[in-house]
């Protein structure tokens, strides 16, 4: 409280009285507290005089000193920030590009692994485009005629199938994904009872069409291509099963597969230059 800083009530007065009275008169008191000093200045003796120019000099060097190596200073702080900042830009974008390269060293070794379960020929590609020409659920890569590709050539990843060869060109080809409805792929269930149906896309989900109800089929089993119908190979993963149960008539079981392939980041495929042999692929128990 006001006790606190003064213990005399007077004292207070008097002191907030003295600071109205310079705030209200402050070229007054200036004026006065100049010629006071001017007074006192000529009062002292000549020594006096020296030695209060003195000290006045050197406070006033002093603080010049002060102000200009603040001021240095100040230009040194920012030159650093802006240097620092730089170099956090740099740092960041090498980081950027080192996690990339790592993610992309992770793909080649996948795709590696991959060619060395493939026993037929194949051709190498990238995506370049997605849905060209505004065709639906279709990527564009970067080969084509010239380089052996043909209609309806199954096209895979390391992951499992993607789709197939829908149009060539010269040096470009459009591939129909098994996200197009009218992609079906005859597929078997990797099982003692080797379950077979159609994989197919509707509504946002893989489903495996037409397996009988009595197909022992569980949550988990692998779902590779079967190979009937000549497009694609034997072996080609698929999916596994993710659910499991019955159709509106009861004949035949309902099958909704998690596919292997993330059609999203495709960015390497491979195009199988034959439809007929098999692909080695690693069953489950």
Known sequence: GPSAVCRLP????????????IQ???????FATAIFLSFGLMALSAEN??????LVSFSTVRAGHWIFSWLIGLFNVRDENRMLREQNLRLSLELLKFREERLENIRLRNLLAFKSRLIYLYIPAEVIARDPGRLPNTILINVGRRDGVEDRMAVVTSDGLVGKVLTVYSESSVVQLLQDRNCRVSAVVQRGERAQ?????????????SVPMRSVIEVGDVVVSSGVGGIFPTGLMIGTVEEVGQDQT???RE???????NFSSIEEVF????GRGSVRSVESP
């Open 24 to 30: 209200a008169r402050k070229p007054y008191v200036a």
């Open 197 to 209: 149906g159609i994989v197919r896309y509707e509504e946002g989900k893989f489903y495996l069409q």
């Open 49 to 54: 005089k020296v030695e209060v120019a003195r």
């Open 255 to 261: 099958v909704v597969l998690k596919p292997c392939v």
């Open 250 to 252: 009861g004949l035949f």
């Open 10 to 21: 007077s004292a207070c007065f008097f002191m907030y009285w003295l600071k109205g009275f």
């Open 271 to 274: 195009v199988l230059q034959s």
